[in-house]
T-cell receptor, first 111, second 114 residues
């Protein structure tokens, strides 16, 4: 699996867009980018994933650069409830081995 | 509603005692996982099972044991051989194939050794 690099922490003002970056310069052609988040003392929650096209769902948008070496998770209007640790993971879509969760980015949404 | 139920949510144990953490899912998922999380750290894989009656060790299996007798259930036993068992334990499940990387997690069990 390709290695990912995320900043350890970020702040965002409530109501503003939160843009969380992830570098994955060694990503392979068949590997997807997955995002999860973990609110304090809860289990992680799947957010979104993509291969090369930008993706959007009710929770967030995922922007993947054309060379696929980095991506950005966008929370368009951050709320206090979005305060969490966000994990970026790169995996082939049908991987048979478990996901590896690094330390992620701790996002603090500030009122 | 479908989901994963972990119990108990909080558990206290004396040193030298074995404890079993329950994980039950009604999602009809084939694969189940146990992760451990220490404060400020990411998740570390303890054991996983991709099919009934089969399981594999993860990165930190020493001092832990599991069973997978039913598709819905994947209990984790923390034995007295685990040197530092105080942690937050998370169970997850997923379908196979193209959905294998979309995990559903339980709410977690927090174990404290006194």
């Amino acid at each position: 699996d390709a290695k990912t690099t995320q900043p350890p922490s970020m702040d965002c003002a409530e109501g503003r867009a939160a843009n969380l970056p992830c570098n994955h310069s060694t990503i392979s052609g068949n590997e997807y980018v997955y995002w999860y988040r973990q609110i304090h003392s809860q289990g992680p929650q799947y957010i979104i994933h993509g291969l090369k096209n930008n993706e959007t769902n009710e929770m967030a948008s995922l922007i993947i650069t054309e060379d696929r070496k980095s991506s950005t998770l966008i929370l368009p209007h951050a709320t206090l409830r979005d305060t969490a640790v966000y994990y970026c993971i790169v995996r082939a879509n049908s991987g048979n081995t478990p996901l590896v969760f690094g330390k992620g980015t701790r996002l603090s949404v500030i009122a | 509603d479908g989901g994963i139920t972990q119990s108990p949510k909080y558990l206290f144990r004396k040193e030298g005692q074995n404890v079993t953490l329950s994980c039950e899912q009604n999602l009809n998922h084939d694969a189940m996982y146990w992760y451990r999380q220490d404060p400020g750290q990411g998740l570390r894989l303890i054991y996983y099972s991709q099919i009934v009656n089969d399981f594999q060790k993860g990165d930190i299996a020493e001092g832990y044991s599991v069973s997978r007798e039913k598709k819905e259930s994947f209990p984790l036993t923390v034995t007295s051989a685990q040197k530092n068992p105080t942690a937050f334990y998370l169970c997850a499940s997923t379908t196979g194939g193209s959905g294998a990387n979309v995990l559903t997690f339980g709410a977690g069990s927090r174990l404290t050794v006194l």
